[in-house]
């Protein structure tokens, strides 16, 4: 075998391990939160703690309406952390829905070391602790960017009233293969995320909201996960939206206006 083709295999090789041991660093951007910092919000809210686990603890905001409709339960993207994220949350209530927002493990307040089977047990407990005080059908599951796999895991193991993403990918090492594809990402990835499986197993009506022109995760992740059930799976396209900017489009708030008042 020629000299270059082993520097070639031993490159891909290093830059495999070094991949496998940093990947949390480039996936996950938290923002971290001292544990007195305080929240200030000009709408009434909460703040909520899960107990998951000694040394693990799921920091969350509960967003509340007299008389809600019911709860959207919304699992944000790879960065920032609830601090940042809260302003959408009037995206939903002001139609009259109570919101809960969580941070993973190493976002804002939360604690515990992150690892897929671990995140996902997380959320698993935050669902079963909020369909305690909300019926099954006043939830609704709302999953962004890398939320979208969080959310439709969940919905696939549970009976929500709606499952809606928003920039979902079919599976995240589709996303991760694209930008590094002469890794061998089966092998080195920790965060597989299969929506493409879980979303099959999902019960309730899903609505997945995508830009046209997002360059991050591509529209055609959404076309896959439509084709699997097209019956079950509605698609709506933000024409000209991107990854981050889908609440500047009116389509958006009408599409969510649309749902919500249903």
Same mark, same amino acid.
């Given at each position: 075998m020629p000299t270059f083709v082993w520097y070639i295999i031993i490159g891909i090789a290093a830059l495999s391990i070094i991949a496998y041991f940093v990947q949390d660093r480039f996936i996950f951007k938290p923002?971290?939160?001292?544990?007195? =910092?305080?929240?200030?919000?000009?709408?009434? =809210?909460?703040?909520?703690? =899960?107990?998951?686990?000694?040394?693990?603890?799921? *920091?969350?905001?509960?967003?509340?309406?007299?008389?809600?409709?019911?709860?959207?339960? %919304?699992?944000?993207? *790879? !960065?920032?952390?609830?601090?940042g994220w809260a302003k959408y949350a009037r995206d939903?209530?002001?139609? +009259?829905?109570?919101?809960?927002?969580? +941070? %993973?493990?190493?976002?804002?307040?939360s604690?515990?070391?992150? #690892?897929?089977?671990?995140?996902?047990?997380?959320?698993? #407990?935050? %669902? *079963? !602790?909020?369909?305690?005080?909300?019926?099954? +059908?006043?939830?609704?599951?709302?999953?962004?960017?890398i939320g979208s796999g969080f959310a439709t895991k969940i919905a696939s193991d549970n009976n929500p009233r709606y499952l809606i993403l928003d920039s979902p990918y079919y599976n995240f090492k589709k996303v991760v293969r694209r930008f590094l594809p002469i890794l061998p990402v089966n092998i080195v990835l920790q965060y597989h995320l299969r929506t493409d499986i879980w979303i099959r197993k999902v019960q309730c009506? !899903?609505?997945?909201?995508?830009? !046209?022109?997002?360059?991050?995760?591509?529209?055609?992740?959404?076309?896959?996960?439509?084709?699997?059930?097209p019956e079950r799976i509605t698609l709506i396209r933000i024409h000209g939206g991107g990854h *981050?900017?889908?609440t500047s489009f009116p389509e958006y708030h009408n599409f969510i206006r649309d749902i919500l008042k249903e």
């Open positions: 923002e971290k939160l001292p544990a007195n =910092f305080q929240f200030k919000y000009d709408v009434p =809210f909460r703040e909520l703690f =899960f107990e998951i686990e000694p040394g693990v603890r799921i *920091n969350g905001l509960h967003f509340y309406r007299k008389d809600a409709k019911g709860l959207i339960l %919304y699992f944000h993207g *790879n !960065t920032r952390s609830i601090k939903f209530y002001r139609y +009259d829905y109570d919101v809960v927002m969580v +941070d %993973y493990r190493g976002f804002g307040k604690t515990g070391k992150r #690892s897929e089977e671990d995140m996902l047990s997380d959320m698993q #407990s935050v %669902y *079963n !602790t909020l369909k305690k005080q909300y019926p099954e +059908d006043h939830l609704i599951l709302y999953g962004r960017s009506h !899903t609505y997945i909201i995508h830009g !046209t022109r997002d360059w991050l995760i591509p529209i055609r992740h959404s076309e896959q996960l439509q084709a699997i059930n *981050n900017n889908l």
